[in-house]
């Protein structure tokens, strides 16, 4: 006899433990939060599928930052570095074939954008995006520049901690997450009310990545590791749904 | 010692800032890479079912477009099948992604989605939806990205039979999630973050 697993519905999201939509020193967030309270539903069909994003989609150097906008010979400039880890589910397993899309200021801290003025300077050899798809067991990895710091209009002076901004695509759109990753060490990670929109300090360390220096490539790059939890979906031997779906 | 539940924590979510466009849509952000930005296209060929467009704004509490916002959908096609690698209920439409995912444009903020009208689509416990689609909104200043979902204004059955639109606490409030049809196969859908016309937006 073989057990039929079926699957249910997304785990709710811990709003106690993601960021609220109104954090007022994060001053933008004011007049862009939603007031009247979110329409709570188990996920539907709608929320458990998903587009599929094939590794045949994924360029050779789509996932390396020093070189994918570089001109042939050239690279771009400052501290080389890996970054990997793995995309997970909130049960612990491994989501395969996730589409991480991610993006960066350059080593000064400027982004490559018609909108940017701060005065650092754009580097010809850095686009700031890449991607890639999670393997089998999730794991994926890229290689860029470590990212500056930048300041940005909120406060007088408010800097934004060095960050790399990742998109993530899992298996439902009830997944879908975007989110940035800091540096371990980063003293400007305590100052930023970005980061103060997070409720504790443990939400604010799942988003530091470690350095890593199993994963150093001597003489070449450093290494940080940044693991990426994603909402999970139940799973039951127990039949909880009418027939037809 | 009591055992232990070892479940993870979800990723905290942080702003998607204002340069979303360079990973997301790097083409329209200027940065020529990829051969085309992901989402822009939904269909790849002759499509089944009824082509519409859907164009809209998204405004904050001030009634000011958001300019550096992105929204994607994600929809069945015209049978009510889905795209999905765990679609099992039959062979969805081979020319249709059903993902599209559209800049506010940099001026106006107006957002503009080339698909089709979405077929519909069983809740969990077997009764029919009304037609309609997933979005997905973040932008600067949004903490966390907002949910939410396009009804159509010329679907007043499937509308008043649905699970979820007939459980809404403050039926005013239901139109905020109707597409306004305004031509053959052109439909409005505006967003307001805030204010008296406040959008339903989803905890689901
Ligand atoms: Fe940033």
Redesign the interface.
């Given at each position: 006899m073989s057990l039929i697993k079926q699957t249910g519905g997304y785990v709710p999201r811990d709003r106690n433990w993601q960021p609220d939509a109104l954090t007022p020193a994060y001053k933008t967030s004011i007049k862009r939060s939603p007031q009247a309270a979110l329409l709570s539903f188990p996920t539907t069909l709608s929320e458990e599928s998903s587009p599929v994003f094939g590794h045949k989609l994924i360029g050779e150097l789509d996932n390396d930052l020093i070189l994918n906008h570089a001109q042939t010979g050239e690279s771009a400039i400052g501290p080389r570095i890996i970054v990997h880890g793995r995309v997970l589910d909130e049960m612990g397993r491994g989501v395969p074939g996730a589409l991480l899309e991610f993006w960066q200021a350059n080593a000064g801290g400027r982004y490559r954008h018609q909108k940017e003025s701060y005065l650092a300077a754009l580097d010809p050899n850095f686009g700031g995006c890449g991607r890639t798809i999670t393997a089998g067991d999730g794991s994926y990895e890229l290689r860029t520049i470590q990212p500056g710091p930048y300041p940005w209009p909120n406060g007088m002076n408010d800097w934004r901690p060095a960050h790399i901004h990742f998109s993530i695509f899992g298996h439902g759109f009830a997944q879908r997450l975007i989110t940035q990753m800091y540096f371990e060490g980063d003293p400007h990670i305590k100052l930023c009310p970005i980061v103060d929109a997070l409720k504790s300090q443990k939400a604010v360390d799942a988003l530091t990545a470690l350095l890593d220096m199993h994963r150093t490539v001597p003489m070449d790059s450093r290494a940080f590791k940044f693991d990426i939890v994603l909402r999970g979906q139940r799973q039951t031997y127990f039949e909880n749904r009418k027939e037809g779906l | 010692m009591i055992q232990k539940l070892?479940?993870?924590?979800?990723?905290?979510?942080?702003?998607?800032?204002?340069?979303?466009?360079?990973?997301?849509m790097?083409n329209f952000?200027?940065?020529d890479?990829?051969g085309g930005d992901?989402g822009a296209q939904m269909k790849t060929g002759a499509v089944q079912g009824q082509e519409i467009t859907i164009n809209g704004v998204i405004y904050?509490?001030?009634n000011?477009p958001?300019r550096?916002v992105m929204i994607?959908i994600?929809?069945?096609d015209a049978a009510g099948l889905?795209?999905?690698?765990?679609?099992t209920r039959g062979t969805p439409d081979p020319n249709f992604?059903?993902?599209g995912r559209a800049p506010g444009n940099?001026e106006t903020g107006e957002f503009m989605f080339d698909t089709v009208k979405p077929g519909a689509?069983?809740?969990?416990?077997?009764r029919m939806?009304a037609p309609?689609i997933?979005a997905?909104i973040?932008?600067?200043?949004?903490?966390?990205?907002?949910?939410t979902?396009i009804y159509f204004d010329d679907e007043d059955q499937a509308n008043a039979a649905d699970p979820?639109l007939s459980r809404?606490e403050f039926p005013s409030?239901i139109p905020t999630l109707l597409a306004k049809k305004t031509g053959e196969g052109a439909y409005r859908f505006d967003i307001y973050?805030?204010g008296p016309n406040?959008?339903?937006?989803?905890?689901?």
């Open positions: - | 070892d479940y993870l924590q979800e990723s905290p979510s942080q702003t998607a800032g204002p340069y979303v466009h360079i990973g997301c790097p952000a200027g940065i890479i990829y992901l904050d509490g001030t000011t958001l550096d994607e994600w929809q069945p889905f795209p999905s690698a765990n679609e992604t059903g993902w940099m689509v069983p809740y969990p416990d077997g939806q309609h997933t997905w973040v932008a600067r200043g949004i903490n966390i990205g907002l949910h979902r979820i809404i409030r973050l805030q406040e959008t339903i937006f989803f905890d689901i």
